[in-house]
C-alpha cells in the first residue's frame, strides 16, 4: 500500500487527528532508524530520545498498523516481511517531504515560485507589463500568471496571490495598499473638437458623442469637480465596452468623447493625437490599489512584488 494511503487509511479506522498523523510520521521516522541502525539503543542515541521511548514509538506504530513491524531477540532485531515493505515504500516519501519543506523554507526566504496576479486591462496593457518585466529579471526564480479583466474576482476562489485595482475594494477580507493616484481626463481626436465643438462647461458633455465604459444596469456618467463640490453628468453613451483600450482606439478615430486614466493615453495626449478639456473641473482621483488575501506568511515573491510596485509607483 502506497504511505499517503497507508496514512489516510490510519486516520479513518483510527479517528486519527491532523496531529496524530504527523505522530505517525515520527512513528515511521523512529522505525526506520532502528532498522538503520540495527538496534533500540543505537537508534535512540541517534534521535537523542531515551531507549525506552523509542521502544513505545515501534511498538505504537505496530499497534496502529495491526502487524509486526521487526523480530526481537535479546541480542538482535530483524525485519519483518511487513517492516521491510514499510521501509521500502516509506523512503520516497519522506525524500520527497523533506525536499518540500527545503523548497518550501527557500520560497519562505528568497523569492521564487508563481504568483498569481489579476488586473485592469487598461493598467495591464500600458504599464505593467514593463514593470513586471524588470521585477522578473531582478527575481529570475519568480513565475508570474497575469489575469487582465475589469471584473472583480474572487480571489481565494480562484487561487489569486494579487488583485490590482482602481478604487474602493468591497470586500472586507482583503488588504489593501495604495500605490498610486489615476487622474482622469476628458478627451477626444482633434477633428472630433472641430466637428463638435470644445465644451466649456461638464454639463455641456451631455449633448456630446460619449465613448464609455459597461456599467450594467447604470446609466453612463461622469464625475467632476464644480465650484469645489462633486458634479455628475450623465451622458448619452454612443458606445460602450469593457475595455479601456478599446475606447482610445474609437476616440483616435474621432468616434466621440472619453474620460480615461491619464496613464492610459499619456503618450496620445503628448504628441497631439488627442486632446483633453475641461482640466480644471478634474475630480479628485481615484487610486490604484494592490490587493491580497493574508496578512501573514505571505510568500517572499509576494512581498518583494509589493515593495516593488510601491516603489515604482510611490507618489512624487
Request: glycine share 6%.
Amino acid at each position: 500500500m502506497h504511505l499517503v494511503a497507508l496514512l489516510n487509511t490510519l486516520k479513518q479506522n483510527h479517528s486519527v487527528s491532523d496531529m496524530e498523523t504527523m505522530d505517525t510520521l515520527k512513528l515511521i521516522n523512529t522505525f526506520r532508524e532502528v532498522a538503520a541502525r540495527g538496534g533500540f539503543s543505537r537508534a535512540a542515541i541517534a534521535l537523542e530520545v531515551s531507549k525506552a521511548n523509542v521502544s513505545k514509538y515501534v511498538a505504537e506504530l505496530e499497534r496502529q498498523l495491526g502487524t509486526r513491524l521487526l523480530n526481537r531477540s535479546t541480542r538482535t532485531i530483524s525485519l519483518t516481511d511487513a517492516g521491510s515493505l514499510l521501509l521500502e515504500r516509506s523512503t520516497p516519501l519522506l525524500e520527497m517531504m523533506a525536499l518540500t519543506r527545503d523548497e518550501l523554507l527557500h520560497r519562505s526566504r528568497e523569492p521564487s515560485g508563481r504568483l498569481r496576479m489579476t488586473a485592469p486591462y487598461g493598467i495591464g496593457s500600458v504599464e505593467l507589463s514593463g514593470l513586471l518585466s524588470d521585477f522578473m529579471r531582478r527575481y529570475p526564480e519568480v513565475q508570474v500568471s497575469l489575469d487582465l479583466s475589469n471584473s472583480v474576482r474572487d480571489m481565494v476562489e480562484e487561487g489569486m496571490d494579487l488583485a490590482l485595482r482602481i478604487g474602493a475594494t468591497p470586500d472586507p477580507n482583503l488588504i489593501v495598499r495604495r500605490l498610486r493616484p489615476i487622474h482622469m481626463v476628458i478627451c477626444a481626436a482633434p477633428g472630433y473638437w472641430e466637428q463638435r465643438g470644445r465644451p466649456g462647461h461638464p454639463d455641456e458633455l451631455a449633448k456630446h458623442d460619449a465613448l464609455t465604459l459597461s456599467l450594467s444596469g447604470m446609466q453612463p456618467a461622469w464625475s467632476f469637480k464644480v465650484e469645489g463640490k462633486p458634479h455628475s453628468v450623465a451622458l448619452r453613451s454612443r458606445m460602450d465596452a469593457t475595455d479601456s483600450g478599446t475606447l482610445v482606439q474609437m476616440a483616435l478615430q474621432g468616434m466621440g468623447v472619453a474620460q480615461l486614466p491619464c496613464l492610459l493615453v499619456k503618450k496620445l495626449l503628448a504628441d497631439g493625437s488627442l486632446q483633453d478639456v475641461l482640466p480644471e473641473f478634474s475630480p479628485e482621483p481615484r487610486w490604484l490599489y494592490a490587493a491580497y488575501a493574508q496578512r501573514r506568511q505571505n510568500s517572499a515573491a509576494l512581498k518583494a512584488l509589493l515593495a516593488f510596485l510601491e516603489k515604482r509607483w510611490k507618489v512624487d
